[in-house]
């Protein structure tokens, strides 16, 4: 069999190498190497969609497996799988690098082939992530994919992006430390039980940790990827990367990478650890309700339209921890939908606003105006996607945000209050933005003969358009391949807890009525 996991990412990642080869120019050849990145990431998208074609809906195995001995001394393997839940995101990705190289064909004009060969490298990071069920590999590429972010930041990026660049690096790595803390801990523990090291994901489910020792390592896991989320009060490198990333930049970052950190609280620090997620998971949902409402509140004062598409970033990733922590089927299938949502939305929003800096090297809110009798066809795919953010019955944002209020009412209706509230509050910023940006009269002079979409941005723009729609009007397409995993993660999460915390849990009276409460 092919191994199409391991082309998902290697692809990309031999496509950079071959930029490598051709030497930089003047413009003929910069268009060379944006047309065979383009192509290199199309390939690699097909591969992903060769992944769904022969993926089994029913099963909640992983699949197209593939294992190969790495460093056996100590137990690493190349050991790579998808489950309906991997499966969606990896497809995410490879759909949405095409989309954001088509959006800096005009902006970016220096060094094309290493912002090329950086935008490949990352691709094949990130899908490298998504797959991996070694948790050494998976470090690997959880760190590989911050030094291509990191560069696409500091050269491309605008005034402030050494700083922002900076920031996002010094973030993510100090919460990477403690994860790699913990899976060494991890390996350790396999030892002491086994005789031997080991990193394989499933051995290590199996693995019967200590409470005590569970709550030290959910944490480490927990705060890793809380900063990548970004969940509050770890959320404040977010609207700095955002700000200064060229528009591709922020289309993956919005689209994707966030992604990284909801994907690991569900793949690695609920099922691991299911009986400290028992007891953090009410402190994390808390988090996320403050979140939601800080979030959207803040973005609704920002003057600047990116700082405003990145905060509201904050408040809907938290509804996707939300859904997280309900840990039921339906809390998690919305978290899980909500992760594929806000990626092709938010990531059209950085996008369209992208457009319109190109064209007035501003996004102040306050410098546009009346842009629907300017550019009626901008306007109108800018309304779609915004309408998708906000949840409108009928678009991609309103299943998943339906789903995560329906299993955390289920667990506990307390945050859905709080957190329906955010809905309230993201159709106010949003709707308010967009009128003020293109209905009304046109005030300012420049904005009277702006352009409307050209063929390369319809190229960008329609696939985003159309995939809110379809998402919104044929859920089941995307809620049936991930169905069975997310089942099975939740009975193993729920019988865990349940037969371990009613034991003869080691941990102080307090502690163990709280996780009693919670698995009940």
Same mark, same amino acid.
């Given at each position: ?87 969606? *995101?990896?497809? !995410? ?55 291509? /972010? ?83 009060? +770890? ?32 793949? +690695?620090? +609920? ?45 809907? !990733? ?13 809390? *998690? ?41 300017? /550019? ?6 800018? /309304? ?104 099975? *993660? ?31």
């Amino acid at each position: 069999m092919m191994p199409l996991l391991t082309l998902s990412w290697l692809v990309p990642l031999a496509g950079g190498l071959l930029l490598m080869l051709i030497g930089n120019g003047d413009g003929r050849r910069n268009g060379l190497i944006r047309w065979l990145t383009l192509a290199i990431s199309l390939v690699a998208f097909v591969v992903t969609l060769a992944l769904w074609a022969g993926f089994d809906s029913a099963s909640a195995e992983f699949q197209f497996v593939e294992r190969q001995p790495w460093i056996p001394a100590f137990g690493i393997d190349y050991y790579v799988g998808i489950d309906g839940i991997s499966l969606l *995101l990896v497809v !995410l990705t490879s759909f949405l690098t095409p989309i954001a190289l088509l959006s800096s064909w005009g902006s970016i004009d220096k060094k094309v082939k290493e912002f090329s060969i950086f935008m490949l490298a990352l691709e094949a990071a990130m899908i490298g992530v998504f797959i991996s069920l070694d948790l050494f590999l998976f470090y690997v590429f959880w760190d590989a994919m911050l030094i291509p /972010m990191y560069f696409l930041i500091g050269i491309w990026g605008y005034d402030q992006r050494i700083y922002a660049a900076i920031k996002f690096m010094l973030y993510t790595m100090a919460g990477s430390v403690l994860m790699l803390v913990a899976i060494l801990g991890l390996a350790y523990l396999h030892s002491a039980a086994t005789g031997s090291y080991s990193f394989d994901l499933l051995k290590l489910y199996a693995l019967d940790i200590a409470p005590q020792t569970q709550m030290w390592f959910f944490l480490a896991f927990a705060i890793a990827f809380a900063i990548k989320v970004p969940l509050f009060p +770890f959320h404040t490198w977010l609207p700095d990367a955002h700000v200064q990333a060229p528009t591709a930049g922020s289309v993956i970052l919005a689209g994707v990478l966030l992604k990284m950190g909801t994907y690991g609280l569900v793949r +690695f620090a +609920f099922p691991l650890f299911p009986i400290a997620a028992a007891y953090f998971a009410p402190w994390l949902a808390l988090l996320a309700v403050i979140g939601i409402l800080y979030g959207a509140l803040v973005a609704m004062v920002q003057p600047d339209m990116k700082k405003l598409v990145a905060y509201s970033s904050v408040s809907h !990733l938290g509804f996707v921890v939300l859904g997280i922590c309900a840990m039921n089927v339906q809390g *998690l299938q919305g978290a899980v939908y909500q992760m594929l949502a806000h990626g092709v939305s938010t990531g059209g929003l950085f996008l369209m606003v992208g457009m319109l800096s190109d064209r007035r090297h501003t996004r102040l809110i306050s410098e546009f105006g009346g842009l629907k009798a300017v /550019m009626p066809r901008l306007t109108a795919a800018f /309304m779609i996607i915004t309408l998708a953010s906000i949840g409108l019955p009928g678009l991609n944002g309103f299943v998943g945000e339906f789903l995560i209020l329906l299993g955390a009412f289920r667990w506990d209706p307390r945050y859905v209050v709080a957190a329906g509230l955010g809905v309230i509050l993201s159709a106010v910023y949003m709707l308010w933005m967009f009128q003020r940006v293109f209905y009304g009269p046109v005030t300012n002079d420049e904005n009277a003969s702006l352009p409307d979409l050209q063929p390369r941005e319809w190229a960008a723009v329609l696939p985003l358009c159309a995939m809110a729609i379809v998402m919104g009007v044929f859920p089941t397409l995307f809620l049936k391949p991930m169905e069975p995993a997310v089942q099975k *993660l939740v009975q193993r999460a729920q019988s865990v807890q349940t037969l371990q915390v009613k034991a003869a849990p080691k941990l102080p009276a307090k502690v163990h009525i709280k996780l009693v409460k919670a698995v009940d």
